[in-house]
Structure formats: structure tokens, C-alpha cells
């Protein structure tokens, strides 16, 4: 009982909305909600990339976002 409420309140909310914007957001969510497809296959190159990336990150190999940021400030000052 409480999925066809819910069903019902939804439908009156949509025909509610003026906003195409928002109703194609709405359909893309339950479109990707409700596919039975694999959503995304990452490349094998990408995939490459990715593992050298994790491998980095395990043996401590970053820097940390404030660093990023605060070389970009500098580099954006010049």
C-alpha cells in the first residue's frame, strides 16, 4: 500500500512541474534507476592508468588537495 501512495504523490508532483530541465533530470534518474545494463565498462588503457594511480596511493605517493590548491594560486598570481 504504501508503494502506490508514494507512486501517487509522485505523479501528482510531476504534473506539478513546469521545469523541463527537471522533468528530463527525473526521467534520466529513473531511467538509470531502472536499467538492467551494465552502466559503465572502464576502458583497458583507463583501467592501466587507474591501477598505477592506486598503486601510488598505497606506497604514499600524493599530494594532499591544499597543496594542489595553493600551487595553483601561485601559479595563477604570476
Do not use: C
Not at 508514494?6 to 527537471?22: M, P, S
Not at 598503486?55 to 601561485?74: C, F, P
Amino acid at each position: 500500500m504504501i508503494s502506490l501512495e508514494l507512486r501517487n504523490q509522485v505523479k501528482e508532483r510531476i504534473n506539478q512541474v513546469n521545469d523541463a530541465y527537471l522533468l528530463e533530470e527525473i526521467l534520466n534518474l529513473i531511467d538509470f534507476e531502472t536499467s538492467k545494463e551494465e552502466l559503465f565498462s572502464i576502458p583497458s588503457d583507463h583501467q592501466k592508468e587507474l591501477d598505477i594511480s592506486i598503486a601510488q596511493m598505497k606506497k604514499g605517493q600524493t599530494i594532499s588537495n591544499e597543496l594542489v590548491d595553493k600551487k595553483v594560486r601561485e601559479w595563477l598570481s604570476k
